[in-house]
């Protein structure tokens, strides 16, 4: 069972600087050791998606099945959130998903491994890896699925349920901006600002999912989902 934790070394000395792509990073992050989810986790859960994908969903953390498989939602709440896009018109080929935590927390009870919410410390930890998959991306928007999500790239202050469904200025609504405003150009170091972009916060599909009122929570979903394919030019 995942152990709570205080602290954590942080994920940023297992990130070689010399990694290029996306499937660099992917490589490298099967052995991270930055806090001790990993002792649990069966694999590290990287994202997945094309690097040049013009929308990059952040959710939480992988599932009990992503967990057993080694990819973002392909779980229950994946399944949802792949009906969400289809409705809301967005083409799944231009999405890259990831998560804010790469390793599953959980608790065990019996034989069953129940999910358990990422400590900020493990939020803290992780986030190296974000950022440096979002040096390799260049969205025209990114979309925050749920609190933990919200929490790793706009800070703790930041409440999905006041601000879900805006369209906000990217990456000036981070809580650091300095750490997504360039990116790598060449080997040798080079760099340059991103494009502006766009963020949009909505609820996490597994929210859906334990909704008293499912229905009403998918159509909020969608709704959403539906203002980002809106914004997206051509």
Same mark, same amino acid.
């Given at each position: 069972?995942?152990?709570?934790?205080?602290?954590?070394?942080?994920?940023?000395?297992?990130?070689?600087?010399?990694?290029?792509?996306?499937?660099? &990073?992917?490589?490298?992050?099967?052995?991270?050791?930055?806090?001790?989810?990993?002792?649990?986790?069966?694999?590290?859960?990287?994202?997945?998606?094309?690097?040049?994908?013009?929308?990059?969903?952040?959710?939480?953390?992988?599932?009990?099945?992503?967990?057993?498989?080694? !990819?973002?939602?392909?779980?229950?709440?994946?399944?949802? &959130?792949?009906?969400?896009?289809?409705? *809301?018109?967005?083409?799944?080929?231009?999405?890259?998903?990831?998560?804010?935590?790469?390793?599953?927390?959980?608790?065990?009870?019996?034989?069953?491994?129940?999910?358990?919410?990422?400590?900020?410390?493990?939020?803290?930890?992780?986030?190296?890896? !974000?950022?440096?998959?979002?040096?390799?991306?260049?969205?025209?928007?990114?979309?925050?699925?749920?609190?933990?999500?919200?929490?790793?790239? !706009?800070?703790?202050?930041?409440?999905?349920?006041?601000?879900?469904?805006?369209?906000?200025?990217?990456?000036?609504?981070?809580?650091?901006?300095?750490?997504?405003?360039?990116?790598?150009?060449?080997?040798?170091?080079?760099?340059?600002?991103?494009?502006? *972009?766009?963020? &949009?916060?909505?609820?996490?599909?597994? *929210?859906?999912?334990?909704?008293?009122?499912?229905?009403?929570?998918?159509?909020?979903?969608?709704?959403?989902?539906?203002?980002?394919?809106? *914004?997206?030019?051509?």
């Amino acid at each position: 069972m995942a152990e709570q934790t205080g602290s954590a070394p942080g994920a940023q000395r297992f990130i070689p600087p010399d990694a290029d792509t996306i499937d660099d &990073l992917r490589t490298a992050a099967g052995g991270c050791r930055g806090c001790e989810l990993y002792r649990d986790a069966s694999q590290t859960v990287f994202g997945r998606g094309d690097e040049s994908a013009r929308v990059v969903l952040v959710g939480e953390q992988p599932g009990d099945m992503e967990d057993q498989k080694g !990819l973002p939602f392909v779980g229950p709440a994946g399944r949802l &959130l792949r009906r969400a896009v289809d409705d *809301a018109g967005l083409d799944p080929g231009q999405l890259y998903l990831t998560n804010a935590v790469k390793h599953f927390r959980f608790e065990l009870r019996g034989k069953r491994r129940i999910h358990q919410t990422p400590d900020q410390a493990h939020i803290t930890a992780c986030r190296p890896w !974000l950022v440096a998959e979002f040096a390799r991306l260049r969205p025209e928007i990114v979309v925050v699925l749920g609190a933990t999500a919200a929490k790793a790239l !706009l800070g703790p202050s930041f409440r999905v349920t006041r601000q879900r469904g805006e369209l906000l200025p990217w990456p000036e609504s981070a809580q650091h901006p300095a750490d997504f405003r360039q990116v790598p150009v060449d080997n040798a170091g080079k760099r340059a600002d991103v494009p502006q *972009a766009r963020l &949009l916060a909505t609820i996490h599909p597994s *929210a859906v999912l334990r909704a008293d009122d499912q229905d009403k929570a998918y159509e909020g979903l969608v709704a959403d989902l539906t203002v980002v394919t809106r *914004a997206l030019p051509g």
